[in-house]
């Protein structure tokens, strides 16, 4: 499979090399060429099938080409160690519980096949230099890559982070690992870190260090991310529930979402899609008017949602030939403050017993009055609620209990190195590096 950029200007790329580049040339994102159509045959019995039998069939179509099957399976394997079931929320909600992984969000998926996929291209290929991995987090991103590549051999991870904005307990997640990971506490907003990355990479005074991406930008943790959509349709399906299913998705950089549309070309039978915002809205705001106008981030109790300008806007608008009314005809939005966020924590928990998180509840709003006759709607629950504990205890008035190894990195210390917003300081710190 051969890889294109959205920005048309760079050549093909492998998947070694989209990998390993994470942005095309141009600065453009990298899309798979062709997406492939998995067979009536697998969709006729997917309900069957376990989590990992459906990875393993999605990851064949996606990456058969370019990793031998034995290994592709055996990544696929390794990256899902923990399930994601749909669980009952109302009689026509479900959450798919993403959160299950070693870090308590659903970037764990992604994380966790992109450093296997990494490691298995640097076992494989004659360059022995070391990998710099840089990822700017708003929150979950910094932890799940953070975990997902600890002590992978010939891999260095560089975490960036807009200091005093993430909560503490994610700040933990990434600052007290050690070993081959770096965290730096960014004076500035999570646009200031994507920014800073961005400029990293398109430098060409950095070209003999091997840098790469692993935000959600790189094909490596997006694409697995379609593994779970199928999973969930599975197990609806199971229900009796996956005739008219809608996915809903809480969006911020649109990975996610990205996933799941192209889980849909792949023939995944979605009637349609909801995007989830919190106060930043662009998308949502696009979807009323056709004009897409990125502006900076606010910050919000939904903070791995708080992205001014998400960068896979590029690839979803890509995915519906740059047709606007095409894209709608698909995708609806909806968008959540502060206060509904609160209230959606509260009443789902008062209702329906299900305890949302800040995230998961911009899902629940954004379709609970807004399902026809028929339909059923699978919500991501994208982090453990324990990940947000002030915010979901306040709402909802009642304690969380946080899990043994979310408490277990709360123990650790935390070390940062710091960091100014300006490209200089950064570019200072990446030349330091060998
Ligand atoms: C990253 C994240 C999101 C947003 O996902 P995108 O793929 O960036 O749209 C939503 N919820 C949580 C908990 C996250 O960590």
Redesign the pocket.
């Known amino acids: 499979m051969k890889y294109y950029s959205t920005n048309g200007k760079a050549p093909l790329a492998s998947l070694e090399k989209a990998v390993v580049r994470g942005l095309a040339e141009d600065r453009g994102l990298y899309m798979p060429e062709r997406i492939p159509v998995l067979p009536p045959e697998f969709f006729a019995h997917i309900q069957t099938l376990t989590f990992k039998e459906i990875a393993c069939t999605v990851a064949d179509g996606l990456f058969g080409e370019d990793v031998p099957a034995k290994e592709l399976h055996r990544i696929v394997k390794e990256t899902l160690s923990f399930d994601c079931p749909v669980v009952p929320v109302t009689r026509s909600i479900y959450a798919l519980e993403l959160f299950h992984g070693p870090t308590l969000?659903?970037?764990d998926v992604g994380a966790r096949f992109m450093a296997r996929l990494l490691s298995h291209f640097t076992r494989t290929s004659r360059d022995r230099r070391t990998i710099h991995v840089l990822v700017a987090t708003s929150?979950?991103?910094g932890s799940a890559v953070a975990n997902g590549f600890l002590g992978v051999e010939g891999v260095r991870v560089h975490v960036l982070y807009p200091e005093g904005k993430v909560s503490s307990i994610q700040e933990s997640q990434f600052t007290t690992l050690g070993k081959n990971i770096t965290a730096l506490a960014v004076k500035g907003t999570f646009d200031d870190c994507q920014a800073l990355v961005k400029n990293a990479f398109m430098d060409p005074d950095l070209e003999h260090l091997r840098l790469t991406s692993a935000n959600?930008i790189n094909v490596a943790r997006l694409l697995p991310q379609s593994f779970y959509y199928f999973h969930a349709y599975a197990q609806m399906k199971r229900l009796g529930l996956a005739d008219q299913l809608v996915v809903c998705v809480?969006?911020?950089?649109?990975?996610?979402?990205c996933a799941a549309l192209i889980a849909k070309r792949m023939g995944l039978p979605v009637k349609r899609f909801v995007a989830a915002n919190n106060a930043n809205d662009v998308f949502y705001q696009y979807l009323q008017t056709g004009a897409y106008s990125p502006r900076p981030s606010i910050p919000t109790l939904?903070n791995?949602?708080d992205?001014g300008d998400?960068s896979n806007f590029a690839r979803i608008v890509e995915l519906y030939g740059h047709d606007w009314q095409t894209l709608c005809a698909e995708i609806s939005g909806d968008t959540s403050d502060d206060l509904q966020i609160r209230s959606a924590i509260a009443d789902c928990k008062r209702q329906y017993g299900y305890l949302l998180?800040p995230?998961g509840a911009c899902a629940y709003r954004a379709v609970y009055h807004n399902l026809s006759p028929g339909e059923a709607a699978v919500i991501c629950e994208?982090?453990h609620p324990a990940k947000f504990k002030d915010t979901v205890e306040d709402a909802a008035g009642v304690p969380v209990t946080v899990p043994e190894r979310l408490q277990a990195f709360m123990r650790g210390q935390k070390q940062s190195v710091p960091m100014g917003r300006d490209y200089a300081s950064f570019k200072n710190y990446l030349s330091k590096l060998k």
């Open positions: 969000a659903f970037k929150g979950d991103t959600s809480p969006s911020g950089n649109f990975g996610n979402l939904a791995a949602m992205v998400p998180d995230h994208t982090a």
